[in-house]
């Protein structure tokens, strides 16, 4: 930990709850290895999340992340919002700026960064998500703008994945030039209309989490063998069932502890104005995979 003096910067979390969070890991350990004289630190906000954003900005504090359940609220309370964030509609990263924070969402360019490190393709790929909460909406976003040439969205709630697609069939054209994918709202059940075996499964539901392991959104072998590749968003456990059985059909399968890092990583970039090096970023990842005693 850095020597704390009148100078030290301070950066934190607002989420409810956080106790499990790993933010900390990150940017301390970033913070020690570029020489930044700055702490991060959790705040668990229960309630009153504007004072508690008008209080970290009277407090000088450089920068925010924001988790769960504030993402979408905490909007409301800032001096501007990226146009980025403002489509997907969620804001995980506050920048301190003239009058107030600035909201970012980081989480979907550290989805995409992790994803590009895995070797994993969007562009021209079939993409299929499970889930249509927020995480979904803003993976099928990611999909559809870096150029997916099929977007299939699996959820419990069949009228939330069309919802999705109806707004990504809206938000695109006004986004980039990409031409809009071919678009598929199914049930859990109905995997056996999945035409052909070369979707990139995004699991980005809440099934399978800590302490709830042993859940997995489908059980069937027979959809595991419709993927090219597993990728759950899910990193607690380290190795979820979903991955497991994506592995076991012969597919490979990843976590989503990635993403936490690259999303943490560009936040810290916003608010130091500095850039993280590759190798910077692999001792970071080392260190977060020792706090979850895997390696
Ligand atoms: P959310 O908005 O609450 O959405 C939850 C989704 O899970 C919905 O689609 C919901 O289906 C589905 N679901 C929940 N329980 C279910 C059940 N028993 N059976 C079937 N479906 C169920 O959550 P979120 O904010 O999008 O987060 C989703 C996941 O992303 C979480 O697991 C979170 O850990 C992960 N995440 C990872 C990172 C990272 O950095 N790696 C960052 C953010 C989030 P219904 O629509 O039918 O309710």
Known sequence: MNNIDGRTRTCGLIGNPVEHTMSPVIHNSLAAMMGHDLVYVPFHVKSGLREAVEGAYALNILGMNVTVPYKSEVMNYLAGVDEKAKQIGAVNTLVRSEGGYIGYNTDMPGLYRAMKEEGIEL????????????????????????????LCIMNRTIEKAKRILEEIKELLPRMSGTEIPELLALPLHAYEELQGEEWIGIQATSVGMFPNSDDVIIGAEGFYKKLKAGYDLIFNPYETQFMKLTKAAGKPAYNGLKMLLYQGIIAYELWNDTQVTERQAQIVFAEMQKAMQVQ
């Open 123 to 150: 562009q021209g790929a079939e993409v299929l998500i499970l889930g249509a909460g927020g995480v979904a909406r803003a993976v099928a976003l990611l999909a559809a703008e870096k150029g997916a040439k099929r």
